[in-house]
Nanobody, 123 residues
Framework: QVQLIESGGGQVQAGGSLRLSCAASRFTFSNFAMGWFRQAPGKEREFVAYIGWSFTDTRYADSVKGRFTISRDNVKEALYLQMDSLKLEDTAEYYC????????????????WGQGTQVTVSS
């Protein structure tokens, strides 16, 4: 089954770090650009980070720039999100997604989604 499975979420204190992982299954991972999105309760899903099939093409939301790092391992077929200096407002369900076409910041541009992993930042 073609799918994405996130892991690595949890609860962390403000200022701490977490590393999210996303395992790809049943498709040629290296052929696709990928993204991370997040959704907080009562809010719309928002773009977090994007990485092209080339490792050097990375893009971030202004709210996480300088604190989060997106990366990928095409041999392991995995996507990562290193989150440092976490803030209370980073609390959300985090999703990885496979890019298809269009504006990389828009959720409509992604065709395959994982089930999500919860990140909770406490004071």
């Amino acid at each position: 089954q073609v799918q994405l499975i996130e892991s690595g979420g949890g609860q962390v204190q403000a200022g701490g770090s977490l590393r999210l992982s996303c395992a790809a299954s049943r498709f040629t991972f290296s052929n696709f650009a990928m993204g991370w999105f997040r959704q907080a309760p009562g809010k719309e899903r928002e773009f977090v980070a994007y990485i092209g099939w080339s490792f050097t093409d990375t893009r971030y939301a202004d709210s996480v720039k300088g604190r989060f790092t997106i990366s990928r391992d095409n041999v392991k077929e995995a996507l990562y999100l290193q989150m440092d200096s976490l803030k209370l407002e980073d609390t959300a369900e985090y999703y990885c997604a496979r890019y298809y076409y269009g504006d990389y910041k828009a959720s409509q541009a992604y065709e395959l989604w994982g089930q999500g992993t919860q990140v909770t930042v406490s004071s």
